[in-house]
């Protein structure tokens, strides 16, 4: 049967019949899937797509969520919100679309399991009384998803496959401006591609200005694994820990991705293993697969902060790190900021050609922010940063222009440039043979320089070096004689021999 219908733009009304407007919609798209309630919003009822529109549009009243398509038509209504979400992304075409959540409370939790969804809300808020001192919010605002007990917030899962057969891969997700706000003791992740870590490999996946609340002490704002050509920005999370990421594809180098400003406050004792976490900033791989062909590589972080104001336990002196990073190659931290109240702030290891730039690594009187990089690290250079204790194992990393507050270990074999302290001016002073000067770190394989510049007739030349921890070197007349005025010098420690 036909229905001519030129066009009806119709509000509504609450106190339309349930039984009238499920006849009506019937007669025009043929079938109709339960309705819980009539919303009270307005909709339209239209035979033509509505330019611009979303492929669904979803909200809620009081205890009911509604959903209506880019045509105006209610499609899906229920209490359940998680069925209804999984309703419209069934529903939706195989190149996928967008869903936009009105501002609202969505308790349940999404699970994008194809290819090019757009999830998007109405943005997210909080309301802070103190920024001085960063406190956590005790509310969020705004489109605002609410997990049950354990559940994640937003999962990223396979779509006609498992853990041994992932199927495709997921293309084209983007997730942005809307809250996730755990209300419940024992939680999931904020945002995650799988637990446990599956092998689905997410490719331009884009994250964007995203609040996590009250995410617990074992799970991550925002968990990623075997990604590529993808965007995190502007995300803050408050409670557990910010990011993991994991590599646990053999051969596929995830990467090629961009994080920027992204912030987390720990509000827990977060009591890490050492090497398994859990870590504010975690980066790692699957242990079991080789290590050769497993890498994160060929990422931008930008603006990662970690404010850390509880103290930490742990059964080794390295179980807790504000930042480990392993198993990666080819990537740059710009402007990595790191607080709080531990000393240990980043633990690099299996790491190539690492660059980190303008970090700013802090922590509370009387500790030192210390840094350990092992020795099998390579190339990895820091650059115009500000830290405190340094332990660095390799010959091939450098420090270029770093302020350096506490102690370079006597252990630590990298080379430093412009370090502040590790050159300078003295004189052996008229009537002494000789003078003790005290440099900021004289580490293994390294040598210092002189030049004269007052013309004397008695030469010098370095005539004892005590490296670190001392770190002083002597200076003395040639002849071991005494000078009979100052005889100035300008002196530089630097590596020279890389074994």
Not at 372 to 378: G, N, Q, V, W
Not at 441 to 469: D, H, K, M, R
């Amino acid at each position: 049967m036909v229905v001519a219908v030129t066009e009806i733009k119709k509000r509504i009304k609450p106190y339309v019949k349930i039984t009238a407007i499920s006849f009506l919609i019937g007669i025009i798209i043929g079938a109709v899937i339960t309705y819980a309630v009539t919303p009270s919003s307005t909709y339209i009822i239209s035979p033509r797509i509505c330019p611009g529109a979303p492929t669904y549009t979803i909200w809620r009243e009081s205890s009911n969520y509604f959903a209506k398509d880019k045509n105006g038509l209610l499609g899906y209504s229920g209490t359940n919100f998680t069925a209804l979400f999984e309703n419209a992304t069934d529903a939706m075409p195989s190149e996928g679309g967008k869903i936009f959540l009105k501002a609202g409370s969505y308790e349940g939790n999404i699970v994008l399991n194809r290819d090019g969804i757009i999830l998007e809300g109405e943005g997210c808020w909080a309301t802070q009384t103190d920024l001085s001192t960063e406190p956590p919010p005790s509310a969020l605002y705004g489109t605002v998803i609410k997990p049950s007990e354990s559940q994640n917030g937003i999962e990223i899962t396979n779509w006609g496959g498992d853990d041994e057969n992932p199927g495709k891969w997921k293309y084209g997700i983007q997730i942005r401006n809307l809250g996730i706000w755990f209300t419940t003791a024992s939680t999931g992740h904020g945002i995650t591609t799988g637990t446990p870590y599956n092998k689905t490999t997410v490719t331009n996946l884009v994250v964007e200005n995203v609040k996590v609340l009250n995410n617990d002490k074992s799970h991550y704002g925002i968990q990623l694994c075997n990604f590529l050509y993808s965007t995190v920005r502007n995300v803050l999370v408050w409670g557990g820990p910010l990011i993991e990421i994991y590599a646990n594809s053999e051969w596929l180098h995830q990467g090629n991705s961009i994080f920027d400003q992204l912030f987390c406050r720990i509000n827990y004792d977060l009591q890490a293993v050492e090497h398994q976490g859990p870590y504010p900033i975690f980066i790692h791989r699957n242990s079991s697969i080789n290590a050769e062909n497993t890498w994160t590589a060929l990422c931008h972080f930008r603006r990662l902060q970690v404010n850390n104001p509880i103290h930490q336990t742990g059964d080794d002196t390295w179980a807790f790190v504000e930042a480990y990073i392993c198993d990666i190659q080819d990537s740059n931290f710009q402007g990595l900021n790191l607080e709080g109240v531990n000393d240990k702030k980043v633990r690099v290891g299996t790491a190539y050609f690492i660059r980190f730039e303008s970090s700013y690594l802090w922590t509370m009187d009387p500790g030192d922010a210390q840094i350990d990089l092992s020795s099998d690290t390579k190339y990895v250079t820091w650059e115009n940063c500000v830290l405190e204790d340094v332990l660095d194992g390799n010959y091939t990393n450098q420090y270029i222009n770093c302020r350096i507050y506490g102690d370079i270990n006597e252990d630590t074999k990298a080379n430093f440039i412009g370090l502040e302290g590790n050159s300078g001016f003295n004189k052996v002073s008229s009537g002494f043979s000789s003078v003790n000067v005290s440099a900021m770190f004289i580490g293994t394989n390294y040598a210092v320089f002189i030049q004269e510049f007052q013309y004397c007739n008695i030469s010098l030349y370095v005539s004892a070096i005590y490296g670190a921890p001392a770190n002083v070197f002597t200076v003395s007349t040639i002849d071991g004689s005494t000078v009979t005025q100052d005889h100035g010098f300008f002196w530089k420690v630097e590596l020279t021999f890389v074994p």
